[in-house]
């Protein structure tokens, strides 16, 4: 299937691991040129080196999505170096696991706040794209209730209700708007890799709720995200994919 990406300039933030990495990888081997951001100048640099093997046009930068000059800035900047910008996926996120005012407000910064600049800092670009798409990664929890109460949980919520508005508002322009909400994501260093080495019995919890009886990996969400992003999916716009393996216990309709 081709996905139609061949030449189409993507930006995202919070690309150099897990659910960031691999879907710069993909939409790198799509044909795609591809800039992201992330805090650590080293894992930046890596991916630089990685990415740029795949062949096409790649932009890395250091950048806090919570300082709204230096994130507006430098989505700017990697536009105008990409020619353009068609995609603009917003996966950056605080994973706060508390639900005290400081994991409020690290989430409202990083997942909410960080989003709305993103786009705000993209749409002058998206709206001169013949292919305009936005995909923001929220989480199984913003629908189904996970047992805890933390802040991630309401604020991944709120994420899909703001790319929902975001359809409904953008559509005359052309630009489309949807949500990818992944449940439990194993990967090397990631959140359930050490849940497994400090709460083995959370983990476990996790793969008893899976019909599959495994976690999810990140290539596995990646794909659903490219696929959103596509012009292979030119008629999707305000809908939230659910990648869980089946695990939400909630009818999806």
């Known amino acids: 299937m081709d996905l139609g990406l061949q030449g189409k300039r993507a930006i995202i933030t919070g690309g150099t691991k897990g659910i960031g990495r691999k879907t710069a990888e993909l939409l790198a081997n799509e044909g795609c040129d591809v800039g992201f951001c992330a805090r650590n100048q080293t894992q930046v640099e890596e991916t630089v080196d990685a990415l740029s093997k795949i062949g096409p046009k790649i932009i890395g930068g250091v950048t806090d999505v919570t300082n709204s000059q230096e994130c507006r800035s430098w989505i700017a900047q990697t536009g105008d170096a990409l020619g353009g910008i068609d995609i603009l996926i917003a ?48 989480s199984t929890v913003a629908v189904n209730t996970p047992g805890g109460v933390r802040a991630y949980n309401g604020l991944k919520a709120a994420l899909i209700n703001y790319l929902s508005g975001l359809s409904t508002n953008l559509g005359n322009d052309g630009i489309r708007a949807n949500a990818v909400s992944p449940g439990a994501v194993y990967f090397k260093g990631g959140v359930w890799d050490t849940r497994k080495k400090e709460a083995p019995e959370v983990y476990a919890a996790a793969l008893a709720r899976s019909p599959l009886g495994r976690l999810c990996t990140p290539e596995e969400v990646a794909n659903a995200v490219v696929f959103l992003a596509s012009p292979a999916a030119s008629f999707i716009s305000g809908t939230n994919i659910i990648v869980d393996g089946g695990s939400t216990s909630r009818v999806q309709y």
């Open 91 to 138: 996966n950056a996120s605080a994973l706060g696991a508390s639900a005290d005012e400081e994991a409020w407000r690290s989430g409202l910064e990083v997942d909410i706040l960080g989003t709305v600049r993103a786009v705000e800092a993209a749409m002058p670009y998206l709206l001169r794209s013949n292919a305009a798409s936005i995909v923001g990664i929220s």
